[in-house]
């Protein structure tokens, strides 16, 4: 079947560490997108890339750092420099930047400084 | 810059009865609005979209939704709500060439 899969469902991560997020796709979409989900505040966009070896910042890309090398795949670091990393994280993809069919999405990093 | 508007951020209804779920938006041109739903610790699932033409969607779940533009509006209903619709609801809304921009989202509760 095809899908968006987000791994691991739970990550734990000492203050100061880097942690990186997984996101693949089988869909064959081109565009993807990494947003963040605080309790309260819907879905904030922290990058996108609608090519590989492209991407953009979005709304709070700071302390985030991503990178595009296969078509398929999407990573999220997050920083020691994100003061307030603890959140759920959504990847998503599209055919396209935002058109098409809408967005699909995988099914959440939850992500906890400890 | 587009923008979002969920006025509700809970709301609580009896199970059976109907229901109608608020979205604003602003953009300047004709957008492309989306509707999606979130269980708890889950990802979001589409429900329904409207890009042109008959101003009144049908999606999934029995839900649907009408845009009106005078109003800048894109409000979800459902005729008979079920114990299982209980979640978070999202509004979205693009330019066909930008990245969703999502509400805040509206938390259901279903009462017996």
């Known amino acids: 079947d095809g899908g968006i899969t987000q791994s691991p469902k739970y990550l734990f991560r000492k203050e100061g560490q880097n942690v990186t997020l997984s996101c693949e796709q089988n869909?064959?979409?081109?565009?993807m997108y990494w947003y963040r989900q605080d309790p309260g505040q819907g879905l904030r966009l922290i990058y996108y890339s609608q090519i590989v070896n492209d991407f953009q910042k979005g709304d709070i890309a700071e302390g985030y750092s991503v990178s595009r090398e296969k078509k398929e795949s999407f990573p999220l670091t997050v920083t020691s420099a994100q003061k307030n990393p603890t959140a759920f994280y959504l990847c998503?993809?599209?055919?396209?930047?935002?058109?098409?069919?809408?967005?699909?999405f995988g099914q959440g990093t939850r992500l906890t400084v400890v | 810059a587009q923008s979002v508007t969920q006025p509700d951020i809970h709301i609580t209804v009896s199970e059976g009865a109907s229901l109608e779920l608020r979205c604003n938006y602003s953009?300047?041109?004709?957008?492309?609005l989306f509707w999606y739903v979130q269980s708890p610790g889950q990802g979001l699932q589409l429900l329904l979209k409207?890009?042109?033409?008959?101003?009144l969607v049908q999606g999934i779940k029995g839900f649907e939704a009408e845009f009106k533009r005078s109003q800048s509006s894109f409000n979800l209903r459902k005729p008979s709500v079920h114990w299982s619709d209980a979640a978070e609801y999202f509004c979205a809304v693009t330019s066909g060439n930008t990245p969703l921009v999502f509400g805040k989202g509206t938390r259901l509760s279903v009462i017996a």
């Open positions: 998503a993809s599209s055919t396209s930047t935002g058109t098409g069919v809408g967005a699909s």
């Open positions: 953009y300047g041109a004709t957008p492309y």
């Open positions: 409207y890009f042109s033409g008959d101003t």
């Open positions: 869909l064959n979409h081109d565009a």
